[in-house]
């Protein structure tokens, strides 16, 4: 069992940075695929960033440039480093976990299994 906690969500004005940090817990931390997604209101969920055992990464067009994935093994956090937030970036943003990934799959929600609770960003402009 892995359990993810979200945390470093916040307001921000456009043009402004911001990382969000998912903790991690349970063993075998290091070989999970792991991913961000965001949700938001009247929108589907979207994968925008993954990283797998090997911290090779896949981004979303719409934030590839301006946001950067990255784990901490030892300390089993994921991180994502959000840079240039644009107000087209509000949403609530989910890391999710899987024992087995490949990039092709980094965006498919369905084929996680597990998942945080969630942390807001607004961006205003």
């Known amino acids: 069992q892995v359990q993810l906690v979200e945390s470093g969500g916040g307001s921000v004005q456009a043009g402004g940075s911001l990382r969000l940090s998912c903790a991690a817990s349970?063993?075998?931390?290091?070989?999970?695929?792991m991913a961000w997604f965001r949700q938001a209101p009247g929108k589907e969920r979207e994968g925008i960033a993954g990283?797998?055992?090997?911290?090779?990464?896949r981004y979303a067009d719409s934030v590839k440039g301006r946001f950067t994935i990255s784990k901490d093994n030892a300390k089993k956090v994921l991180y994502l480093q959000m840079d240039s937030l644009k107000p087209e970036d509000t949403a609530m943003y989910y890391c999710?976990?899987?024992?087995?990934?490949?990039?092709?799959?980094?965006?498919?929600?369905?084929?996680?299994?597990?998942w945080g609770q969630g942390t807001q960003v607004t961006v205003s402009s």
């Open positions: 999710a976990a899987k024992s087995y990934g490949t990039m092709f799959h980094a965006f498919s929600g369905p084929t996680y299994d597990y």
């Open positions: 349970g063993d075998r931390y290091g070989t999970y695929f």
């Open positions: 990283i797998d055992s090997d911290r090779n990464t």
